[in-house]
């Protein structure tokens, strides 16, 4: 079955290039669940460096931006190192509330 899938994983790093690397991974990832079929979601290549073009913008701006999308999504996948981003911690939160189907390994996503 088709589903809408939030990609959460870490965002902002110690410098540009980890901040870089967090961005690939995670379109990466979205671009493996659209291979599958699905439709992901990827908050990370939508705000991409927004935090630089637009700095008088709070991260909470940020974050509420994801969490709004979030709420029309089937489900939620974490990436690697997700416990360790204050973010996704909250994405995850909001994603148990709204019941939604959580993944913790994009193996264990069932093609659409």
Known sequence: ??????VSGPYTADT???IE???DAAREAALELL???HTPFCPHTHTAFWDVYGPDLP??????LGLDWLER????LLLPGWENSEGSKV???RAEELELQVFDDIEMVPPA
Do not use: S
């Open 21 to 23: 690397e967090n961005i």
């Open 35 to 37: 291979r599958m079929g």
């Open 1 to 6: 079955m088709k589903m809408r899938i939030y």
């Open 73 to 76: 999504c089937d489900a939620i």
């Open 91 to 93: 994405e995850m939160g």
């Open 59 to 64: 991260d909470e701006r940020f974050l509420r």
């Open 16 to 18: 540009p290039t980890q």
